[in-house]
DNA sequence: CTAACATATGAACAGTCATTCATATGAATG
DNA sequence: CATTCATATGAATGACTGTTCATATGTTAG
């Protein structure tokens, strides 16, 4: 294997690619929104911020559930949380969550459409 | 739990979620990119089109770990490939992917300025 | 202070997934 | 047509991850 030459090719490719710390986040990043469950939760917050509990009965899950995912979002800085009494709401903390599912969405439509 | 009332936002949002499929899909798109492997071989995709072993050797990979990682890659439409003698040469299938990592580049980029 | 509610969290379990190893397919060359 | 090179693939394995269960934290009301 690897035996003919692309020498040229990997050369020029090396020095455009990113570091691989950086390249990690970004997939790091993208892990976060790979999970159906984190995905329902960015979208409900598009509407409106939301309280836990409301969170898992719109979703028909665990409030443990809900929870954990909450948390894992809240660590990567895709939503802040508010206290008023009791209650915790949360919502989405700046407008590239929404660019980047939007992207996405753009792409499966696309896909979508082009299959008929 | 769940005894406060929320009925009116729940009403809202879920009049606006998408469909359970839709948001399904939607994650399944983001699982790709969310692999360091799939992430760099997408990336240096962006630069110009690569066999196999060219691509394993540039990341420091077996070849065998990164056809795996390119049929994935496949299967999403999200790379296509071309046959040049014995050897097979992959590319970005479109500018979506271009677009869907920059996004997320840039969520990133504004993290780390923020954090200075 | 105690009871009730809202949320958080740790441990455990089950399912998923990326890599490895061995091997198979497929193309070109002599 | 046998060998070599380029790629593909199936099974196995180890690591990771989402959910559940039990329980803890923190807040308000009485």
Do not use: W
């Amino acid at each position: 294997m690897m035996e003919h030459d692309h020498n040229a090719i990997l050369k020029k490719v090396r020095q455009e690619l990113p570091a691989d710390e950086l390249l990690s986040d970004l997939s790091d990043l993208f892990k976060i929104f790979g999970d159906t469950t984190r995905c329902k939760i960015l979208y409900a917050l598009f509407e409106s911020e939301m309280c836990v509990c409301a969170i898992a009965e719109l979703l028909g899950m665990t409030q443990s559930a809900i929870s954990h995912q909450l948390r894992i979002l809240k660590d990567a800085d895709l939503v802040g949380k508010r206290r008023e009494g009791k209650t915790i709401y949360y919502f989405l903390s700046d407008d590239h969550v929404r660019t980047i599912i939007a992207q996405g969405f753009e792409h499966l439509i696309e896909d979508y459409t082009e299959r008929e």
